[in-house]
């Protein structure tokens, strides 16, 4: 069974930085991209960030870029999101996803994780 787990959430102040981890229990996992999305209280599901199979391309919603960084441990079956200079509009709900296809768009994914809150407060 498929099984997506992300840890590191918090509660952090305008400025800070934090670091998601989602741990896969995927038998192929470097088969899978993976991606990182959020979702804030009455919004859409919004791309945050993705990474091929390999971890040679990576791809960054437009307010993420420079800030926050993707990357993955195959060894691990592990993917992390590294966020810096976060601000209180980066206030969401934060899902990890694994699909063959990936990209930006939810429908790249065919699993997913619960979700970890990411608050910043001002």
């Known amino acids: 069974q498929v099984q997506l787990v992300e840890s590191g959430g918090g509660l952090v102040q305008a400025g800070d930085s934090l670091r998601l981890a989602c741990a896969a229990s995927?038998?192929?996992?470097?088969?899978?991209?993976l991606g990182w999305f959020r979702q804030a209280p009455g919004k859409e599901r919004e791309f945050v960030a993705a990474?091929?199979?390999?971890?040679?391309?990576?791809y960054y919603g437009d307010s993420m870029k420079g800030r926050f960084t993707i990357s993955r441990d195959n060894a691990k079956n592990t993917v992390y999101l590294q966020m810096n200079s976060l601000k209180p509009e980066d206030t969401a709900v934060y899902y990890c996803?694994?699909?063959?296809?990936?990209?930006?768009?939810?429908?790249?994914?065919?699993?997913w994780g619960q979700g970890t809150q990411v608050t910043v407060s001002s």
């Open positions: 996803a694994a699909g063959i296809a990936g990209g930006r768009t939810v429908n790249g994914y065919a699993y």
């Open positions: 995927i038998p192929t996992f470097m088969a899978y991209a």
């Open positions: 990474i091929s199979w390999s971890g040679s391309t990576t």
